[in-house]
């Protein structure tokens, strides 16, 4: 018998509650783990008691040509980073580690290279998450240390996420 590896084991979990995910383009999970206990999840929706895009088969973005990254005012979901960050209390959130999956809503592909949005970043940083996990094949994933996003502020150098 082959053991799963525990950063996979949670991103098996990240992308199960990936599949709870309403937005018409793209389905994230997202987990918090601290010291093996998982703390928080949450999946990418519109806020509590507000129509889903899959209740109203509309995306607002799709519909008006907005590229990936651009404009999320526009969109009706809260992200799933933060879902998970709004779940939990702050202080069980230090030094913990978020794993994140994002599945093409049409082909439930995983979509690799994926990274939290810029206001999600900073949801990140002020939880006081360590690190970031984003899976990019069933296997693979990458790891960031989110001091990395405080040291290289995207609002200075200009790079930011999805």
């Known amino acids: 018998m082959t053991r799963r590896d525990k950063e996979n084991y949670y991103l098996d979990i990240a992308q ?12 994230f ?6 010291n093996d206990q998982i ?21 607002m973005r799709e519909k008006l040509g907005i590229p990936k990254g651009e404009r999320y005012e526009l969109c009706r ?16 959130m230090i030094g913990s580690t978020l794993y994140m999956v994002c599945r093409d809503a049409k ?6 290279g994926t990274s939290p949005c810029s206001m ?15 899976r990019n094949t069933e ?10 996003w405080v040291d290289n502020d995207e609002v200075l150098t200009g790079v930011g996420g999805y």
């Open 139 to 148: 296997q693979e994933f990458t790891a960031v240390y989110v001091q990395e």
């Open 39 to 59: 703390i928080a999840t949450g999946y990418n929706g519109a806020p509590r008691g507000r129509k889903n895009c899959c209740d109203i088969g509309v995306c």
């Open 107 to 112: 082909t439930n592909e995983i979509v690799p």
């Open 77 to 92: 979901s809260v992200h799933a980073e933060a879902n998970a960050i709004i779940s939990a209390a702050r202080n069980d």
């Open 120 to 134: 999600c970043r900073r949801l990140i940083i002020n939880a006081g998450i360590k690190r970031v996990v984003i």
């Open 29 to 34: 999970g997202a987990i918090i783990v601290k």
């Open 16 to 27: 199960t509650v990936a599949e709870r995910g309403t937005c018409l383009r793209r389905n």
